[in-house]
């Protein structure tokens, strides 16, 4: 069983940034995909980012070029660098594991959710 605590979530100003974090306890999380996903009110949860066991990453084309994910083995965390923020990021983000390598942007491929973290851009 594997759990996933995010952190980092917070209110920023358009153009800025911030830093998410994916802590994971239990599992063999080198062996995971890694994947963001992001949810507002009312709306499906869609997908961020991800990233495989040899970091490979696949990103959504609405933050492309502005937010990277990358992960760090030793430390079993996850992270989702976001720059250049837009009010229209604003939403709960979740961090998701899953035991494919494949770079899933499909909610259905991850077996294992995080709580999430409220990220708020002002405009």
């Known amino acids: 069983q594997v759990q996933l605590v995010e952190s980092g979530g917070g209110l920023v100003q358009a153009g800025g940034s911030l830093r998410l974090s994916c802590a994971a306890s239990?599992?063999?999380?080198?062996?995971?995909?890694m994947g963001w996903f992001r949810q507002a009110p009312g709306k499906e949860r869609e997908f961020v980012a991800a990233?495989?066991?040899?970091?490979?990453?696949h990103y959504a084309d609405s933050v492309k070029g502005r937010f990277t994910i990358s992960r760090d083995n030793a430390k079993k965390t996850a992270y989702l660098q976001m720059n250049s923020l837009k009010p229209e990021d604003t939403d709960v983000y979740y961090c998701?594991?899953?035991?494919?390598?494949?770079?899933?942007?499909?909610?259905?491929?991850?077996?294992?959710w995080g709580q999430g973290t409220q990220v708020t851009v002002s405009s």
């Open positions: 239990g599992g063999i999380f080198s062996t995971y995909t």
């Open positions: 998701a594991a899953g035991r494919s390598g494949l770079l899933s942007a499909t909610m259905t491929s991850y077996a294992y």
């Open positions: 990233i495989n066991w040899v970091e490979n990453t």
